[in-house]
């Protein structure tokens, strides 16, 4: 449903020394992917703890059981030694689970919950049931395992220690309407968002700024999923649209001629092929909190902190 485009509240800092819970909610992983990303984390300083289902397999796409995804979820959302939780992949489940998440427990100890792909389904959840930032961000079997830009590590450091301002640049080729906006950022992969509209879970805030990505659909599926949010007129609600890399979305003249048909015409910014999406290399974006897009300048800022600042409770 549509909602006014207000800030959540900030989750507590991750800081080095900081634990983080490895989960797999949706699909399965290889372990050995997920252990040497795991790796990557532990020489960034951070503790780790893989949970035991990411190589599980269950139904073929399914990383175990509706029951042992969720309990994991559960326990490392009830266990205040958890500073952060983290996720091996995405793929599909989580939103069969969304129903028995203790939501509670992340509002009672609010930590930072990173991942993207199928995990827009929880951050939408958390969104509503708990008014806490969720972040869409690297996951383990690509991006911490094939490697963060030196961009990427050090916007996610600063991004959990709860510095701000933080700017990151474009290139200005990648604008295709120009303007200036600023409202709270909210979205993330567009079959996910398309998937949850209209149930309880369904995020879209009016007078925000929107971004997405997506992957492995064709132009045709992309075009309808657009359409639908057009025909329901969410467009017209927005300040601002931040598209991702779209990876395997069809051949890109083709692309580009959709992308410009749908928002060319707005009457607000929109920029396409920033650094998030099914590529890697995400850069960490906090949902639910300001930020300021603006053409001329070729820049995307983060005014205010995304993590509580001060010592932790």
């Known amino acids: ?20 819970a490895v989960l797999a909610i949706s699909s399965p992983s290889k372990r050995d992917r997920i252990e040497a990303g795991a790796r990557a984390l532990e020489r960034k300083g951070y503790r780790v703890r893989i949970a035991p289902n990411v190589d599980s397999v269950e139904r073929r796409y399914l990383a175990g059981s509706d029951a042992a995804r969720l309990a994991a979820l559960n326990e490392a959302l009830r266990d205040r030694s958890v500073d ?3 996720f091996a992949r995405g793929g599909y489940g989580a939103m069969r689970i969304l129903e028995g ?6 509002r009672d100890h609010p930590r930072p919950v990173i991942g993207y792909s199928d995990l827009t389904a929880l951050h939408q959840a958390i969104a509503v049931e708990t008014g806490i930032v969720p972040f869409h ?6 991006d911490f395992h094939d490697g963060l830009s030196p961009g990427s590590e050090v916007w996610f450091s600063a991004m959990l220690a709860g510095q701000a301002p933080l700017t990151h640049a474009f290139d200005p080729r990648q604008v295709l309407a120009h303007g200036r906006a600023e409202g709270i950022l909210f979205g993330g992969c567009l079959s996910l968002t ?6 309880r879970w369904d995020y ?4 925000g700024i929107w971004f997405w990505e997506d992957v492995d659909e064709p132009v045709y599926r992309i075009d309808r999923m657009l359409t639908t949010l057009r025909l329901s007129g969410r467009f017209r609600s927005i300040q601002g649209v931040m598209i991702g ?3 395997d979305c069809g051949e890109e003249s083709e692309l580009g001629i959709l992308l410009s048909e749908f928002f060319s015409d707005l009457g607000i910014p929109v920029v396409r092929d920033l650094p998030f999406g099914h590529h890697g290399d995400n850069l960490l974006l906090p949902i639910g909190r300001p930020v300021r897009l603006d053409t001329a300048a070729a820049t995307i800022e983060f005014p205010e902190p995304a993590v509580r600042t001060g010592a932790r409770s």
Do not use: F
């Not at 998440?101 to 992340?106: E, F, G, N």
């Not at 398309?194 to 149930?199: I, N, R, Y």
């Not at 879209?204 to 007078?207: A, E, K, P, V, Y």
């Open 84 to 86: 952060a939780i983290a």
């Open 101 to 106: 998440v203790d939501y509670q427990a992340l």
């Open 194 to 199: 398309s998937a949850l509209l209209d149930t």
């Open 137 to 142: 961000g690297p996951m383990l079997n690509l």
């Open 245 to 247: 890399r779209l990876k």
């Open 204 to 207: 879209w805030l009016d007078g």
């Open 1 to 20: 449903m549509r909602r006014p485009a207000r800030p959540l509240d900030p989750p507590l800092p991750l800081v080095p020394g900081g634990t983080i």
